[in-house]
């Protein structure tokens, strides 16, 4: 059974201004712009402003009309941003698999996590006092099957919410809800389907699926399953790097096979360290020829798991090397991993032998901020200085 959570901070940057200014606590806190701004909108403003009719994405100026008494605030969006890493570092102690949708929101995919509490309610509310305790912050909480009611379901119950929708409730659930809470229902769908009214998620559902695909198109289709609570799409976990890799440039070129495998696994060993700091995985592995004439070629396998073992690196890398080297002088060599995930099977099982001693190798290299612990495959007869590093 799949298990998506859905985790929305409340009014976060106006509540991490009264976190921090407890005279503003109470009070109508609006921030994206002080008082006589004349192109800020509103970018997040406290439950307290939002009584008097301020939200946000609206202009400051309409905010002084609505709430003359508010405080305006420019914002502070870097110490938003540190804030927001805080709280990203308590998700991945609840799942490995995160996406962050935004400054302040996120889904957590908890699937096979379960067993970790007896019930969803005490899961959310671990993740929930877990963030207070870390940013002195409330966060409302939604776990349902899938993305869509997830966030439907933090959404319900702001702030300091915690709904939980189990399978078996989708449809109830959902069916009272107006049709501009489906995604990719805009105010103009929205228009359009209340002339064949259609109000709530459970008149959408009265819809064929052909009258939809007519209406819709393509997005009849999607319009169709939400409705019926159905959404497949899996929580993406995003990543920054596109790829991680090292290539080195010889002082002398090299043409030795034994030597180029060699200079590989140490290369290997950097790249595969760096990737394990990020907890990052690879599926695609690429290595990077350049002859002495300067013709250069890239050679990539993906694999069908993702990797971040160095003996799973080296094996792929030696490989493409071993198919593509020509029998000429090499004079740079390079090794990339893409197709980075922070997602891996492997992540759920740590304890395999190999992880421990990969785990051993870069605490203790990583202590000594350079390579103390090798693999046979980096030495070579003697230590050589042929090649000096590049990224
Ligand atoms: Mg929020």
Excluded at 97 to 124: K, P, R, W
Excluded at 129 to 153: C, D, M, Q, W
Excluded at 254 to 274: I, W
Excluded at 291 to 301: E, L, P, Q, V
């Amino acid at each position: 059974m799949v298990v998506i959570m859905h985790v929305d901070m409340d009014s976060f940057f106006a509540s991490i201004e009264q976190r921090d200014r407890p005279e503003l606590k109470g009070k109508p806190v609006i921030v994206g712009g002080l008082r006589d701004s004349k192109r800020g909108v509103v970018s997040t403003c406290s439950y307290e402003a939002r009584k008097y009719g301020v939200h946000s994405a609206m202009p400051i100026a309409q905010a002084v009309k609505l709430c003359p008494q508010g405080i305006f605030l420019p914002g502070d969006h870097s110490k938003y941003a540190a804030v927001s890493q805080e709280i990203r570092q308590v998700f991945y102690e609840f799942s490995p698999v995160v996406e962050n949708t935004s400054i302040d929101e996120a889904f957590l995919d908890m699937t096979g996590c379960e067993h970790l509490y007896d019930t969803f309610e005490d899961f959310g509310k671990a993740i929930k006092r877990h963030i207070y305790e870390t940013v002195s912050l409330t966060a409302s909480v939604g776990i349902a099957p899938n993305k869509f009611v997830a966030k439907l379901a933090s959404d319900y119950r702001k702030p300091d919410g915690l709904v939980i929708v189990r399978p078996s409730e989708v449809k109830d659930w959902l069916a009272p809800m107006p049709v501009n809470k489906v995604w990719g229902i805009g105010e103009k769908t929205a228009k359009a389907l209340s002339t064949w009214r259609i109000h709530t998620i459970a008149d959408l559902r009265r819809c064929s699926q052909r009258s939809l695909l007519q209406r819709f198109g393509k997005q009849g289709h999607d319009l169709y399953l939400l409705a019926r609570g159905i959404d497949p799409r899996p929580v993406e976990p995003e990543t920054e790097a596109k790829s991680i890799g090292r290539e080195t440039t010889f002082s002398i070129d090299l043409t030795e096979l034994s030597r180029l495998r060699q200079v590989l696994a140490n290369l290997v060993a950097d790249v595969g360290m760096r990737l394990r700091q990020q907890s990052l995985w690879g599926r695609t592995v690429t290595i990077k020829l350049r002859y002495s004439d300067f013709t250069t070629i890239t050679r990539s396998i993906s694999l069908p798991e993702p990797i971040n073992n160095d003996d799973d690196i080296f094996a792929a890398a030696d490989k493409l090397l071993q198919q593509h080297i020509q029998k000429r002088p090499l004079r740079l060599l390079g090794v990339y991993l893409s197709q980075l995930t922070s997602v891996s099977q492997a992540s759920l099982f740590p304890d395999s032998r190999r992880d421990k001693l990969t785990e051993l190798i870069d605490e203790l290299n990583t202590r000594y901020d350079r390579a103390v612990i090798y693999k046979g495959r980096q030495l070579g007869p003697r230590k050589s200085n042929h090649e000096k590093g590049s990224t």
